[in-house]
């Protein structure tokens, strides 16, 4: 991961916004302190509410995320039973306990 401080990204800024888009990332510091991250846009960087632990985790490589669900790859299941059809069962099965 490399490390740049303002001034030189201000004044190379296309330089090191063409190795974030390749896949690098990239620490901006300010007097040597980090005060931002430049990361290429990843699975958890959408809209999707991905919690940002799995984010974290995604970025260092150590879990991959999924896919988003279109509908289409699990699909809904059918109800076994009726809705009151199990509440039924179980008073059966219990009797007069």
């Keep these: ?12 800024l ?17 007097r040597g302190e980090v005060v931002a991250e430049l990361v290429p ?3 958890g ?11 974290v ?3 260092k490589g150590e879990v991959t995320l999924g896919g988003a669900n279109a509908g289409a790859l ?3 299941l059918a109800p076994l ?3 009151h059809r199990a ?3 179980l008073d059966e099965e219990r009797g007069a306990r």
């Design 41 to 43: 846009p990843g699975p």
């Design 14 to 30: 296309s330089e090191y916004v063409r190795e974030v888009r390749s896949g690098e990332s990239v620490l901006v510091t300010d």
């Design 74 to 76: 699990y699909p809904e």
């Design 87 to 89: 509440t039924e069962l």
């Design 81 to 83: 039973l009726k809705r």
């Design 57 to 59: 985790l995604a970025r």
């Design 45 to 55: 960087n959408d809209k999707r509410g991905t919690p940002s632990g799995l984010v």
């Design 1 to 12: 991961m490399k490390s740049v401080g303002l001034r030189e990204l201000k004044n190379r």
